[in-house]
């Protein structure tokens, strides 16, 4: 199974700067026959089902706000809130879905400092 | 109106046998491969079962394979999840997922609100 760890387990950011989540694969997710990264992002929510942000590593769900993006490759990603705000207080996620099963990162708790 | 309704959630005896059902809507149900994932409390995600979008294809996490099984029933639009021999590891809010593709793998673009399964004695 391909692992997944993401870095830090939490953190805490002001509001308006930017906060940074790290996800490491334990093999590359880049498929070479159509050169996609098999990976997504999801935000979870207290008391709510978790919600898909972004896939193929860096294209946003349709009405993800911009200020989410995705980048990275192979085995390395990063998911950037570049102002955060108060509503993005939440769990984040990544997922391989290169192969099954479709494991996810331990998670990332982010909060208002 | 595009959602996943789970159910059948409860609290069981360990040893025992539950079955959870999604009903989905607002979509054509058959075009996608549907998955179950589960969150224990206070803890992350972990995938549990997929069925590609004909059922042809299942697959299960090492935790509950041989326990579990997962099926889709195309006249009702429902995705089921038989648990058997039910441990008290596998309590948790168990989601119902949608792959984005008609195929067993895929991350998921729509999810239920889920339903607690409890065991315990």
């Known amino acids: 199974d391909i692992v997944m760890t993401q870095s830090p387990d939490s953190l805490a950011v002001s509001l308006g700067e930017r906060a940074t989540i790290n996800c490491k694969s334990s093999q590359s997710v880049l498929y070479n026959s159509d050169n996609k990264n098999y990976l997504s992002w999801y935000q979870q929510k207290p008391g709510q089902p978790p919600k898909l942000l972004l896939y193929?590593?860096?294209t946003r769900e349709s009405g993800v706000p911009d200020r989410f993006s995705g980048s990275g490759s192979g085995t390395d990603f990063t998911l950037t809130i570049s102002s955060l705000q108060a509503e993005d207080v939440a769990v984040y996620y990544c997922q391989q879905y290169y192969s099954t099963p479709g494991t996810f990162g331990q998670g990332t708790k982010v909060e208002i400092k | 109106q595009v959602q996943l309704v789970e159910s059948g959630g409860g609290v069981v005896q360990p040893g025992r046998s539950l079955r959870l059902s999604c009903a989905a809507s607002g979509f054509t149900f058959s075009s996608y491969g549907m998955h179950w994932v589960r969150q224990a409390p206070g803890k992350g995600l972990e995938w549990v079962a997929v069925?590609?979008?004909?059922?042809?294809?299942?697959y299960y996490a090492d935790s509950v394979k041989g326990r579990f099984t997962i099926s889709r029933d195309h006249s009702k639009n429902t995705l089921s999840l038989q648990m058997s021999s039910l441990r008290p590891e596998d309590t948790a809010v168990y989601y119902c997922?949608?792959?984005?593709?008609?195929?067993?793998?895929?991350?998921?673009?729509?999810w239920g609100r889920g339903t607690l399964v409890t065991v315990s004695s």
């Open positions: 069925a590609s979008h004909d059922g042809s294809d299942k």
């Open positions: 193929w590593a860096s």
């Open positions: 997922a949608k792959g984005y593709s008609s195929s067993w793998l895929g991350y998921f673009d729509l």
